[in-house]
C-alpha cells in the first residue's frame, strides 16, 4: 500500500489550494481516505474522510465550510480542496487510508499513511 500526497506549497491568507492523494496497491474502491494535519508544537488533527466505496464523506467541525473532499475513482485519487487559507491552516497535511467496512468513515484507525506534503501560508 502506497499513499503520496502532493499538492502543498506557499500561499498567501485568503487562496485556495487542492491537495492530491494518490494511491496504489490495494483496490482503491475498498478503501476510505482520511485526510489530516500536524502544526508544529501540535497534535495531529482530523479533518476528513471519503469512502471511495459509497462516496459517503465526513468532516470535522474544524473543516466545515473551507475544506472540500473529493475522490477520482479512475485515478485512485481522493483531494482536499481548501479554500480561503489562513495563517493556522499551516501544517504538514497527510492522507491515509483504511479498508471501508461501511456506515461512514468517522473514527476509523487508519493503518495506511503517506508522506505528507507542506501547506504555509503567509499572512
Known amino acids: 500500500v502506497q499513499l503520496q500526497a502532493s499538492g502543498g506549497g506557499v500561499v498567501q491568507a485568503g487562496g485556495s489550494l487542492r491537495l492530491s492523494c494518490t494511491a496504489s496497491g490495494f483496490n482503491f474502491d475498498d478503501y476510505a481516505i482520511g485526510w489530516f494535519r500536524q502544526a508544529p508544537g501540535k497534535e495531529r488533527e482530523g479533518l476528513s474522510c471519503i469512502s471511495n466505496s459509497d462516496g459517503s464523506t465526513y468532516y470535522e467541525d474544524s473543516a466545515k465550510g473551507r475544506f472540500t473532499i473529493s475522490s477520482d475513482n479512475d485515478k485512485n485519487t481522493v483531494y482536499l480542496q481548501i479554500r480561503k487559507l489562513k495563517p493556522e491552516d499551516t501544517a504538514v497535511y497527510y492522507c491515509?487510508?483504511?479498508?471501508?467496512?461501511?456506515?461512514?468513515?468517522?473514527?476509523?484507525?487508519?493503518?495506511?499513511w503517506g508522506q505528507g506534503t507542506q501547506v504555509t501560508v503567509s499572512s
Open positions: 491515509a487510508a483504511e479498508y471501508y467496512y461501511g456506515l461512514g468513515c468517522r473514527g476509523y484507525d487508519y493503518d495506511y
